[in-house]
């Protein structure tokens, strides 16, 4: 059974991988940074719940929903700091099926998703969903209060119950499994140091080298001529 889809409209990278990694399983979302990537989204592949933030650089999200509504049936929930009572009007004025405030809540955000899709919230323990993501998003440039707002925790607190559950701080643990990444990517393949640095999430290769001798115990050269010994010759 497919997943229903919601489409995060946000000019914030870090925000759109937040609410995917609180909301990703048991719905699929993805994210368009302006209106044009919206509209070409939901041309694409639809969606069944939208959510719009109020303030994309220089558009503005209100001025979207119209667009929105003649592509897609789909409700649209408004993230909005609000602000002024101008703001207010103008958004009650929009006519969006729902507001969301920030900071998000995120059991808030789970309800509210829920009720438009007749879902049950997701049950997943905060920090067993954001571990989960580090192992598979650690190329990306993840930080501490990228994490700590996808667990819906602050960041003090999330560091001190993430090292509580799993021994390691959530620093040591991306760095972990980064390194177990470059392992894997030595094994398959020849490309230079500097070429792979980046594929796990390290600024260069000297960073690179540093830290993988630091969780492996030897350079990645070593690595890699250890895991591929030069093959003898042919004999005849």
Not at 115 to 123: D, M, S
Not at 169 to 182: E, I, S
Request: proline share 8%; aromatic share 6%.
């Amino acid at each position: 059974m497919a997943l229903q889809r919601i489409l995060v409209i946000d000019d914030d990278p870090s925000l759109i991988e937040s609410l995917g990694a609180a909301l990703s399983p048991p719905y699929s979302v993805s994210g368009a940074s302006n209106g044009a990537v919206a509209l070409a989204a939901l041309e694409r592949e639809g969606a069944h719940l939208i959510l719009l933030d109020l303030v994309l650089g220089a558009e503005d999200g209100l001025d979207l929903i119209p667009s929105l509504r003649t592509r897609t049936p789909a409700p649209i929930l408004v993230i909005t700091g609000y602000g002024t009572r101008e703001n207010v009007v103008r958004a009650l004025r929009a006519k969006p099926d729902d507001f969301l405030e920030k900071p998000i809540q995120l059991q808030d955000l789970r309800h509210r998703v829920a009720a438009f899709l007749g879902a049950a919230p997701p049950e997943a323990d905060p920090l067993d969903r954001v571990r989960t993501w580090i192992a598979r998003e650690c190329h990306r440039p993840l930080t501490i209060t990228d994490l700590a707002r996808a667990a819906g925790m602050s960041r003090p607190h999330f560091w001190r119950t993430f090292v509580k559950r799993f021994g390691l701080t959530p620093g040591a643990y991306l760095r972990q499994c980064r390194m177990q990444r470059a392992a894997m990517l030595l094994r398959e393949s020849n490309s230079p140091l500097k070429e792979l640095a980046p594929d796990v999430g390290v600024s260069n290769a000297d960073n690179f080298s540093r830290v993988f001798k630091r969780v492996h115990g030897c350079t990645p050269e070593a690595f890699r001529k250890k895991d591929h010994p030069s093959s003898p010759k042919k004999t005849d």
